[in-house]
């Protein structure tokens, strides 16, 4: 099992950032990718940024790659998402997941953190 529990949401102004933490524990050693999604009510699950663990290679939707940046430090088992230029529309739930599984999907997920921009 792996536990994830994600930190560092809040309100902001457009125009300002945050750094989202996701701190894994447990049975790390299986997990090979993690990513971050968000969640509007009412919208569906939107991926923001992934990362595999060992190659540090990370990936994003086009709409993030200027504005998001994913990292992951393994002596801590955290996972960091540096988010810059927000925007109201970022206003969301983001929730930290991580692979454990040869299918690649994510079956391991944090509780979330409330991301509030105001325009």
């Known amino acids: 099992q792996v536990q994830l529990v994600e930190s560092g949401g809040g309100s902001v102004q457009a125009g300002g950032s945050l750094r989202l933490s996701c701190v894994a524990s447990g049975f790390t050693e299986s997990v090979h990718c993690m990513g971050w999604f968000r969640q509007v009510p009412g919208k569906e699950l939107e991926g923001v940024a992934a990362i595999y663990i060992d190659a540090r290679r990370p990936f994003y939707p086009d709409s993030m790659k200027d504005r998001f940046t994913i990292s992951h430090d393994g002596t801590k088992n955290t996972l960091t998402l540096q988010m810059k230029n927000l925007k109201p529309e970022d206003t969301a739930m983001y929730y930290c997941?991580?692979?454990?599984?040869?299918?690649?999907?994510?079956?391991?997920w944090g509780q979330g953190t409330q991301v509030t921009v105001s325009s």
């Open positions: 997941a991580a692979v454990s599984t040869s299918r690649g999907l994510y079956n391991y």
